[in-house]
């Protein structure tokens, strides 16, 4: 089959994402902002042309899931709705291949800035990761803005449209069990790197929006990850 005309692009993104993820926080001006367990949140503080684009890397580690799992949920439309509560409303408008979709979210209204919504392709992928001595592959799922001429920008006015760059990569650890017993979920450890930078797309006040992303990052990540932790429990592992 030929190539989808945005194969370039979803290749070129995930493959930088994927690597400035596993940038250490330990250079380049990361602040952390928020912690809770095994959770740590870092933010840079920048500015473009006076809106804040603040980066945001957030590392975890989470027991009892695979990085295919949390993937999995992650990437998934159909359970999308279950765990984002700042989405107001989530259509897919095109499939490019099985793991590879186009989203159109429009996000609930922040007072007193106006309604958002984003349109974005998202491709989850398996990343076999060679220089790590126990050999756990990575996935990844990264979600990048779009064009899409049949989903203009503010439509009828009501949303300005933001943009974004998000990945979610995730590393399995497996604790093998005494003399070959069955791995169980308590052998199993994810590591987690969620990065993004999102752009407001119009102009919202500086302290609105640091305002909001201190309340709502940590939220949404400890929710989808115990959203998560929820969905496997009874399941056989996904490795
Ligand atoms: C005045 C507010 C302007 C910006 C609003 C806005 C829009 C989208 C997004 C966003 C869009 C996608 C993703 S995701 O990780 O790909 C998952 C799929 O939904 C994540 C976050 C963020 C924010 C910023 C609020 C901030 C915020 C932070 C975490 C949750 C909600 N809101």
């Known amino acids: 089959a030929t190539q989808h005309r945005l194969w370039p692009e979803i290749d070129r993104i995930s493959v930088e994402q994927l690597r400035y993820a596993r940038l250490g926080v330990g250079e380049g001006g990361w602040q952390l902002f928020a912690e809770?367990?095994?959770?740590k949140m870092y933010k840079r503080e920048e500015e473009s042309n006076g809106m804040v684009v603040d980066p945001l890397k957030a590392c975890h580690v989470v027991r009892g899931v695979t990085g295919h799992e949390m993937c999995h949920y992650f990437f998934s439309p159909d359970v999308r709705m279950e765990w984002e509560t700042t989405v107001e409303?989530?259509?897919v408008?095109?499939?490019i291949a099985d793991d590879t979709l186009v989203f159109l979210q429009v996000h609930k209204r922040i007072w007193p800035a106006s309604q958002r919504d984003a349109l974005f392709w998202s491709h989850m992928r398996q990343v076999p990761d060679h220089n790590d001595r126990d050999g756990h592959d990575i996935w990844i799922v990264c979600n990048h803005s779009t064009d899409n001429s049949d989903f203009p920008q503010s439509n009828n006015g009501?949303?300005?449209r933001v943009t974004l760059t998000v990945c979610?990569?995730?590393q399995t650890f497996i604790d093998p069990p005494k003399d070959g017993a069955k791995i169980t979920r308590?052998?199993?450890t994810c590591k987690i790197t969620y990065c993004s930078v999102v752009n407001p797309g119009g102009w919202a006040p500086a302290s609105v929006l640091r305002a909001v992303y201190k309340r709502e990052y940590p939220k949404f990540l400890k929710r989808f990850t115990a959203y998560?932790?929820?969905q496997c429990k009874d399941k056989p592992i996904m490795f």
């Open 36 to 39: 809770d367990g095994e959770m």
């Open 186 to 188: 308590d052998d199993i």
């Open 89 to 91: 409303q989530m259509t």
């Open 168 to 170: 979610l990569v995730c």
């Open 93 to 95: 408008i095109e499939k």
């Open 158 to 160: 009501k949303c300005v």
């Open 228 to 230: 998560v932790i929820d």
